[in-house]
């Protein structure tokens, strides 16, 4: 059973990930912030780490960074809601940093869904060569 880490500040979606996450047959692990986050991943190197782009303290940008700077072929999803500059921004560095799907939110459960299979199904990305 593939492991998957949600990393989100709002504990309502992270709440709704997990119940959809588990009726599809995958373990989750929860972090309320970034930091968090990277402390679960380095501890229980899950399959997959599905993180916001837009938290307090350590952002997803950041976190995304960190969990790369463990694992070069950690298989990340970032998602954001966006924000005054709009989650194109977020989610196109997410992209660059090394996430190798975005969902911007609110997005479908089908995204969802296709975006974790797609990412376990793939083969393990390396880190971008020109990560900063």
Same mark, same amino acid.
């Given at each position: 059973?593939?492991? *998957?880490? %949600? *990393? ?17 047959? @995958?373990?989750? !692990?929860?972090?309320?912030d970034g930091a968090?986050?990277?402390? %679960?991943?380095?501890?229980?190197? +899950? ?6 782009? !837009? ?5 997803? %940008?950041?976190? *995304?960074r960190e969990i ?6 950690? &298989? *990340? %999803? ?7 500059i709009g989650n194109? @921004? @977020? ?5 660059? /940093? ?13 995204? /969802?869904? &296709? ?16 990560? +900063?």
């Amino acid at each position: 059973m593939a492991s *998957i880490l %949600i *990393i989100d500040d709002n504990e309502e979606l992270r709440d709704t990930l997990v119940m959809l996450l588990e009726d599809e047959g @995958y373990a989750t !692990l929860v972090a309320g912030d970034g930091a968090s986050g990277v402390r %679960i991943f380095a501890a229980a190197r +899950p399959d997959l780490v599905i993180t916001d782009v !837009l938290m307090p303290g350590a952002d997803g %940008i950041e976190t *995304i960074r960190e969990i790369r700077s463990l694992d070069p072929d950690a &298989r *990340i %999803i970032a998602m954001s809601g966006g924000a005054v500059i709009g989650n194109a @921004y @977020y989610l196109r560095m997410a992209k660059i /940093l090394g996430a190798m799907e975005v969902l911007a939110k609110p997005f479908e459960v089908e995204e /969802l869904v &296709r975006a974790v299979v797609s990412c376990l199904g793939a083969p393990r990305p390396s880190a971008p060569a020109d990560t +900063p």
